[in-house]
T-cell receptor, first 112, second 115 residues
Framework: DAKTTQPNSMESNEEEPVHLPCNHSTISGTDYIHWYRQLPSQGPEYVIHGLTSNVNNRMASLAIAEDRKSSTLILHRATLRDAAVYYCILRAHNNAGNMLTFGGGTRLMVKP | NAGVTQTPKFRILKIGQSMTLQCTQDMNHNYMYWYRQDPGMGLKLIYYSVGAGITDKGEVPNGYNVSRSTTEDFPLRLELAAPSQTSVYFC??????????????FGDGTRLSIL
């Protein structure tokens, strides 16, 4: 699977929007962009995924650049509970085992 | 609905001991996975299974063994514990076939220390 690059950490104020960037310049045409997050002392949890179009769900929005070489996870109103490590992961379409390759992620800190 | 359940939550082993980390899921998922996470790092895949009776190696399989005799259970075995295997171990499962984008569901992890 292609590599992703994320900032090590970011800070946000509570109730403000947060934009978490991810660069994936070597993405192939059939790679899906997945986001997971890991709250302290818990296993990762799925947030959102997309291929080309922007996606919205109850947790977040995913904005994908037109050339697909970058994407941004948007939390519309950060809460203290959103403090976590956020992982941007590319999943190849022909990845029969649906394996996920985790990088270092972005540690999001939310200030009250 | 319990989801993915891992036991034990914590364990301390002596070098050279063996143990089995248990993982069970009640969602009838075909795919199951074992990951390890070292401090401050992302998860690394140890083994995975695409269905009962089928297992395959991930990125870091050395020192571990798995079996998948039922859909529900996917135990991870450490035969000769070494300090390098001190880590947090996560089990995950997902439904569907290989090409789908169904998300993985993770357990809460087993913290293992080897002294």
């Amino acid at each position: 699977d292609a590599k992703t690059t994320q900032p090590n950490s970011m800070e946000s104020n509570e109730e403000e929007p947060v934009h978490l960037p991810c660069n994936h310049s070597t993405i192939s045409g059939t790679d899906y962009i997945h986001w997971y997050r890991q709250l302290p002392s818990q296993g990762p949890e799925y947030v959102i995924h997309g291929l080309t179009s922007n996606v919205n769900n109850r947790m977040a929005s995913l904005a994908i650049a037109e050339d697909r070489k970058s994407s941004t996870l948007i939390l519309h109103r950060a809460t203290l509970r959103d403090a976590a490590v956020y992982y941007c992961i590319l999943r190849a379409h022909n990845n029969a085992g649906n394996m996920l390759t985790f990088g270092g992620g972005t540690r999001l800190m939310v200030k009250p | 609905n319990a989801g993915v359940t891992q036991t034990p939550k914590f364990r301390i082993l002596k070098i050279g001991q063996s143990m089995t980390l248990q993982c069970t899921q009640d969602m009838n998922h075909n795919y199951m996975y074992w990951y390890r996470q070292d401090p401050g790092m992302g998860l690394k895949l140890i083994y995975y299974s695409v269905g009962a009776g089928i297992t395959d190696k991930g990125e870091v399989p050395n020192g571990y063994n798995v079996s998948r005799s039922t859909t529900e259970d996917f135990p991870l075995r450490l035969e000769l514990a070494a300090p390098s295997q001190t880590s947090v171990y996560f089990c995950a499962s997902r439904p569907g076939t290989g090409a789908s984008n169904q998300p993985q569901h993770f357990g809460d992890g087993t913290r293992l220390s080897i002294l």
